[in-house]
């Protein structure tokens, strides 16, 4: 598998409360992917990264912030998280456009 | 938009063919069309990817007619261990208008 972590995997916090996630990977490729996974709505981009500070958005990014300051790590920011915004959050990476996603393990996200 | 529609599920036995079809009527030119399986609790993985026509690897065949408006994924001779979610993408990776369907739940029986 790729090396691709997400931290932390599990997350219960309160509405109104910032909550980062973070995507760390070891291989080096250019590409960073936040995705949610919602019942009945399959996989929706919130933001992307093409490179260290290149960021764009999603189908999905109201609420949600992200940044790359360096290549093998990509953070999602939940600035005052919302109970709409539980969820699974996956990272994925790639090597470029049109190659091959790697998709980290997941992070669960309650939001009371 | 590389809008995409899947079935939400499908039901198969073990050692038959099934073919899972995705529409995306909508395909740019520059869009490629990749099929990403998923198990309960992990994240995706990379199945198969094609452009136009077919292609052929290990584990499936993707059939995409000329017009690319739609396309075939073919898993041949399914077992238990493919039971799993399948999700067909659309679109370039490099901006926000890549899409995935909602997926189509397949149940392989013995």
């Known amino acids: 598998d790729a090396g691709i972590t997400q931290s932390p995997r599990h997350k219960v916090t309160e509405t109104g409360t910032p909550v980062t996630l973070r995507c760390h990977q070891t291989?080096?490729?250019?590409?960073m992917y936040w995705y949610r996974q919602d019942p009945g709505h399959g996989l929706r981009l919130i933001h992307y990264?093409?490179?260290?500070?290149?960021?764009d958005k999603g189908e999905v990014s109201d609420g949600y912030s992200v940044s790359r300051s360096k290549t093998e790590d990509f953070l999602l920011t939940l600035e005052s998280a919302t109970s709409s915004q539980t969820s699974v959050y996956f990272c994925?990476?790639?090597?470029?456009?049109?190659?091959?996603?790697?998709f980290g393990p997941g992070t669960r996200l309650l939001v009371l | 938009l590389a809008k995409t529609t899947q079935p939400i599920s499908m039901d198969s036995y073990e050692g038959q063919e099934v073919n899972i079809t995705c529409s995306h009527n909508n395909i740019a030119t520059n869009d490629y069309i990749t099929w990403y399986q998923q198990f309960p609790s992990q994240g995706p993985r990379f199945i198969i990817q094609?452009?136009?026509t077919k292609v052929t690897n290990e584990v499936a065949s993707l059939f995409i007619p000329a017009d690319r408006k739609s396309s075939t994924l073919s898993l041949p001779r399914v077992s238990l261990s493919d039971t799993a979610v399948y999700y067909c993408?659309?679109?370039?990776?490099?901006?926000?208008?890549?899409?995935f369907g909602a997926g189509t739940r397949l149940t392989v029986k013995p």
């Open positions: 994925a990476i790639g090597q470029g456009s049109q190659e091959t996603q790697y």
């Open positions: 993408l659309v679109g370039l990776y490099n901006n926000n208008d890549m899409r």
């Open positions: 291989e080096n490729h250019r590409y």
């Open positions: 990264s093409y490179g260290v500070k290149d960021t």
């Open positions: 094609g452009y136009k």
